[in-house]
Each structure stands twice: as C-alpha cells, then as structure tokens.
C-alpha cells in the first residue's frame, strides 16, 4: 500500500513569513494530492489538492506543488496569520490496495504556528 | 444541511465495557469512513463501506466492528474496551467519484 511520510512534524514561524511542508509519497501510480486543515477540536477540512496531470495549483495564499519524478508534494502558505495556526495533513490514494471506496492515505500531520 | 454528526463528543469506559460511536451524515454520500486519529501518528483507517449493505476492514480494524444499514448511518462498534482504544474517532463521508472526505468533529474516547 501506499506509504505517506510528512516533514516537518512542527513548524513555528513568524506572522507575515511563508511556511512550507512536505510530504513524500510511494506509489508511482498515484495520482490525487489533497491537503487537509484540522482546527483544535474539530475534524480535518479539505483546503487544497492537487492532480498528477498538473505541477502547481493556487488558492489565494496556499499553494500546492508536485514532483513526480522525486514522488513528493509541497504545501505553501504565504503571508502567514494567526488563523492559519492548525495541523496540516497531506494525503494519497493507497492505490496498491484493493476494494476502491476512494481511500486516503494520510500523512503524519504538521503542527504549525504562526507567532504574532 | 448538518454534514457529518458525530455522538458523543466524549466518552470514558472502563476496560472490557462495550459502546457505539454515532456517525450520521446528511449529504446523501455514499461512501463512508471511521479513522482514529493518535499524537504524532495522522489518521488511521478502521472500516470503510461503498454504500448500504457494504463494508470493508481499513488498516487497524482489530478491536472493532460496524454495520451500514442506511446511506445516512455508519456506527462504529467497540467491544471488550481495551486501554490501546484511547484515540480521537473521526467519522467522514465522500461522495462517488470524488477523493474529498468531509469529516465530522470527532469523538474523544478515553479507556482506563
């Protein structure tokens, strides 16, 4: 199955600077990268993903790139603010195992905080 | 629209006692999920069902059992509570043909 591995497990930076986190992933044949946003307290909400057919997607202040050949995909916020202080997941289908029912494979999750 | 439900928000057990984790969705999804989500270690998929009738084991369904009889309800069963069960339980729903999981507030479950 597929194997998601997420760096850093914390990042702490300062308001207005950029952040980035990364994720590697297994599966050559994957080819749906999302992002998930988890608040304190509340359940992971989709905030940006990312198809193999494209190398980068924009939303505003978050980004999302992908390398194929190197098999890894970046989350990249910019103009950070307190608001976006919350633990970031990245995910990929585990294309290898059977069943469908469109699983994720979820990252380990990063913890960001962004210091007034 | 509510989205994803879950009941109850907290929940302690003494080892070997039973429950049911609640999930309730009112999108008309499909397809639905049961994840625990432990400190430094993500989500972890549980079960999984494609619709009514239909389930499947996930990556850590030991311990754990479900049942899918309406598109709506998806409980999660937990029997013989066990200490290693302490987890955050987050229930999520998806339509077909789309990768995008929506994820109800979670259920924090303590066993001691």
């Known amino acids: 199955g597929e194997n998601v591995e997420q760096h850093p497990s914390t990042l702490s930076v300062q308001e207005g600077d950029s952040a980035v986190i990364k994720c590697t992933y297994s599966?050559?044949?994957?080819?749906?990268f999302p992002w998930y946003k988890q608040e304190l307290g509340k359940g992971p909400q989709l905030i940006i993903d990312?198809?193999?057919?494209?190398g980068e997607k924009k939303d505003q202040r978050i980004a999302v790139t992908l390398n194929k050949t190197a098999k890894h995909f970046s989350l990249h916020i910019t103009e950070t603010q307190p608001e976006d202080s919350a633990v970031y997941f990245c995910?990929?289908?585990?294309?290898?195992?059977?069943?469908?029912?469109?699983?994720?494979?979820f990252g380990t999750g990063t913890q960001l905080k962004v210091e007034l | 629209n509510a989205g994803v439900t879950q009941t109850p928000k907290f929940r302690i057990l003494k080892i070997g006692q039973s429950m049911t984790l609640q999930c309730t969705q009112d999108m008309n999804h499909n397809y639905m999920y049961w994840y625990r989500q432990d400190p430094g270690m993500g989500l972890k998929l549980i079960y999984y069902?494609?619709?009514?009738?239909?389930?499947d084991k996930g990556e850590v369904p030991n311990g754990y059992n479900v049942s899918r009889s309406t598109t709506e309800d998806f409980p999660l069963r937990l029997e013989l509570a066990a200490p290693s069960q302490t987890s955050v339980y987050f229930c999520?729903?998806?339509?077909?043909?789309?990768?995008?999981?929506?994820f109800g507030p979670g259920t924090r479950l303590t066993v001691t």
């Open positions: 990312i198809r193999s057919n494209v």
């Open positions: 995910a990929a289908p585990p294309w290898g195992l059977t069943g469908g029912g469109n699983k994720l494979t």
């Open positions: 999520a729903s998806s339509p077909p043909g789309s990768y995008e999981q929506y």
């Open positions: 599966d050559s044949a994957s080819n749906y």
């Open positions: 069902s494609v619709g009514a009738g239909i389930t």
